[in-house]
């Protein structure tokens, strides 16, 4: 157990950093998650620096595989350590980490709490500091300005933002990156189309980007041909990144990004007036993202309790994103519900011999979703009982048998 009096001290003392130092050494250069942990392991020291450095190292890792839900909870525990032991520079860096994780969980989380709470401990930090979380701040003041309307806000805060110098060892096109893609949201909620596509070409150019960043620009390209007004660039842009919606492996970690694209691209179908079915599964991607965001929730809940931090409670701090998760799932699949309820033969063609072999379909009990001829799995088995000729039979899917029992399911061949 941690002593009762810790040390308290603005700066790690040397030998913390030296572990610290020894632990991120790694072959790809990157923090290493098993050095996190063996350093979260001295945390029973009379000073808590050890788990402060571990904390953030190790949400750092998990932000960059994906685990958002993990890093979040960590970050938030980092910073307010950091910042009672008196280093409110590492406490305003992690405060900015936590506060991008629940950015990026938007529309399922609000980060502007957590904003106050990091302005409020930037009010105390020497102007010409903390940049990277001054950064974060004129980020998610820019989006969600944009998102508001307050579009003279936006602007301001994105000038403020590229007008600051990045830190040493920052990934300048990082930020770049992000001040592009903010500049054509921009742009695109002034109608002005031909500067929302250039800024969305430059930041395409800047280099490789992996699925979830693609996703992202199939989004803003949507909003930049709805400022144009071109129905037919609208279509294309709109089934271009439908056509990404559905996850390509079982552990695929772009289910947030997929969570937020599938609802504008179904909006986009259908005004644009696409075929019924495509809209239908473009609903229907939207809830199976949504679906496997709350098996990640589940997973965070279990996973971080066993790092022996006996008063970290992340069901408490996860449960309001998983029940807004829950709810938009939800509303997702009433809607294709009612689709089908109207008029059964609505299923896409060929939908019902995919799910329903010698017309029975399998559903999991728990999470009730829909197993495919493939093997994959649907969150349609709520509206099934639409479908003609079709029994179901509950059974119980390979994530919810991990999850509720601890057991692993072999593959469906």
Do not use: N
């Not at 400022?227 to 990404?244: N, S």
């Not at 809830?287 to 709350?294: D, G, K, L, Y």
């Amino acid at each position: 157990m941690r002593s009762a009096a810790p040390t308290l001290s603005p700066t790690p003392p040397r030998w913390a950093w030296e572990r610290y130092v020894a632990a991120i050494t790694h072959a790809d250069g990157r923090v290493s998650e098993e050095g996190m942990r063996a350093l979260l392991d001295e945390r029973d020291r009379d000073a808590p620096w050890p788990e402060a450095l571990a904390l953030g190292g190790l949400a750092t890792v998990w932000a960059r595989r994906g685990r958002t839900f993990e890093a979040l909870v960590l970050f938030r525990r980092a910073a307010r350590l950091c910042a009672s032991l008196g280093d409110l520079e590492k406490a305003t860096g992690a405060f900015g980490c936590h506060a991008l994780c629940l950015g990026h969980l938007w529309p399922h989380a609000d980060p502007a709490p957590a904003l106050a709470e990091l302005e409020a401990l930037l009010a105390r930090v020497p102007e010409g500091e903390a940049t990277i979380a001054r950064d974060a701040v004129d980020v998610l003041h820019a989006f969600l300005a944009v998102e508001a309307g307050d579009l003279v806000e936006a602007r301001r805060r994105i000038e403020a933002h590229d007008g600051r110098p990045p830190v040493a060892g920052v990934d300048v096109v990082r930020k770049r990156f992000t001040s592009l893609t903010l500049r054509s949201r921009l742009a695109a909620s002034q109608g002005d189309a031909v500067a929302a596509d250039a800024a969305l070409d430059e930041a395409a150019a800047l280099g490789p980007v992996d699925l979830g960043v693609q996703l992202l620009l199939d989004w803003f390209r949507m909003h930049a041909a709805r400022a144009a007004g071109d129905v037919a660039t609208r279509l294309e842009r709109a089934r271009k990144a439908a056509r990404a919606m559905r996850p390509a492996a079982p552990d695929d970690l772009h289910a947030g990004f997929r969570g937020v694209v599938a609802s504008t691209v179904a909006a986009e179908l259908s005004a644009c007036g696409a075929p019924a079915d495509e809209v239908l599964d473009a609903h229907d991607a939207a809830a199976s993202a949504i679906v496997t965001r709350i098996a990640e929730i589940d997973d965070a809940v279990r996973a971080l309790p066993a790092l022996g931090l006996e008063d970290l409670d992340a069901d408490d701090e996860l449960a309001a994103h998983r029940a807004a998760c829950a709810a938009e799932a939800d509303a997702a699949l009433r809607r294709v519900a009612a689709y089908v309820a109207e008029r059964p033969d609505r299923l896409p063609a060929g939908f019902l011999d995919r799910v329903a072999a010698a017309g029975w379909a399998h559903v999991c009990a728990w999470c009730h979703r829909v197993r495919t001829e493939e093997g994959s799995w649907l969150p349609i088995g709520t509206f099934l009982r639409h479908a003609r000729d079709v029994a179901m039979t509950h059974t119980i899917c390979a994530p919810c048998a991990a999850r509720a029992f601890g057991v692993t399911l072999r593959a469906r061949a």
